[in-house]
């Protein structure tokens, strides 16, 4: 598929956007893997290489989850389709 003229780059990608109102540990699996960062408080993003599976994202802050997501949407390796669409998915916190 050939992007049309003036669109960025197509990535594979899946990204964390956090809106903390203090400080958190953020864990993301991605295909089976997780990794762990810690965000600040505000508005924060940050990029994870893309995985065949499922994605999700939980905040702790002192031990305790106080936020997470499941992602609805399946990462397919071999999908029917090239997708290029966006897809989101909230804590809805």
């Not at 960062?37 to 065949?52: M, N, Q």
């Not at 994202?57 to 936020?67: C, E, G, K, L, Q």
Request: proline share 4%.
């Amino acid at each position: 598929m050939k992007l049309r003229d003036g669109s960025t780059a197509a990535r594979d990608t899946v990204e964390v956007l956090t809106m903390l109102t203090a400080a958190g540990k953020v864990s993301v699996t991605i295909g089976g893997t997780t990794q762990t960062y810690d965000a600040p408080a505000g508005v924060s993003a940050r990029t994870f290489p893309l995985k065949a599976g499922t994605a999700s994202a939980s905040v702790t802050r002192s031990s305790a989850v106080v936020a997470k997501v499941v992602s609805p949407y399946a990462i397919s390796a071999t999908p029917y389709v090239q997708d290029l669409h966006y897809r989101a998915a909230s804590s809805e916190r």
